[in-house]
């Protein structure tokens, strides 16, 4: 879960899960629920 004050749409992430450690290399799913503006569902990659 996630809230921000960001109005243009970006977001930047460590690739540090919440247990602190760094995540695995792979192919990532995610999903955003945006109230009052639809869901969104998404891919990316983490590569070395």
């Given at each position: 879960?996630?809230e921000?004050?960001?109005f243009?749409?970006a977001?930047?992430?460590?690739l540090?899960?919440?247990?602190g450690?760094d995540?695995?290399f792979?192919?990532?799913?995610?999903?955003?629920d945006?109230?009052?503006?639809?869901?969104?569902?998404?891919?990316?990659?983490?590569?070395?």
């Amino acid at each position: 879960e996630h809230e921000s004050s960001a109005f243009d749409g970006a977001e930047s992430w460590n690739l540090v899960s919440d247990d602190g450690m760094d995540i695995a290399f792979g192919y990532y799913i995610y999903h955003i629920d945006a109230p009052g503006m639809g869901d969104h569902i998404g891919k990316f990659a983490v590569i070395k």
